[in-house]
């Protein structure tokens, strides 16, 4: 089970910290990823991070004012967003792969997603 936290309303050129939380004893997520759905778009890769989190990966709308990071034994991640622009309103969702290691911005790598959480950037 995945599940998301941080989500909220921020103004333009503020900063959000959003995280996701794995559980399960026998659940090890192999790559982890974000991704974000805007109203009336189709779902799309946000940023991602490898098992042992030394590759990522950034959708070039949010390079360089997003990372990305996590914690193996808490089984958590964390993306960090800097400079928010309205743009980034959507529901961002956490996602886990089971059999892809790399970090990959391709929705078909991953096979566990959480709930989803709202975030709101007002200009």
């Known amino acids: 089970q995945l599940v998301e936290s941080g989500g909220g309303v921020v103004q333009a050129g503020d900063s959000l910290r959003l995280s996701c939380a794995a559980s399960?004893?026998?659940?090890?997520?192999?790559?982890m990823a974000w991704f974000r759905q805007a109203p009336g778009n189709e779902i799309e890769s946000v940023a991602a991070?490898?098992?042992?989190?030394?590759?990522?990966y950034f959708a070039d709308s949010v390079k360089g004012r997003f990372t990305i990071s996590r914690d193996n034994d808490k089984k958590t991640m964390v993306l960090q967003m800097n400079s928010a622009k309205p743009e980034d309103t959507a529901i961002y969702y956490c996602?886990?792969?089971?059999?892809?290691?790399?970090?990959?911005?391709?929705?078909?790598?991953?096979?566990?997603w959480g709930q989803g959480i709202q975030v709101t950037v007002s200009s």
């Open positions: 996602a886990t792969a089971r059999t892809t290691i790399n970090a990959s911005g391709s929705r078909r790598s991953y096979d566990n």
């Open positions: 399960g004893r026998s659940f090890t997520p192999l790559a």
């Open positions: 991070i490898s098992f042992m989190g030394a590759n990522t």
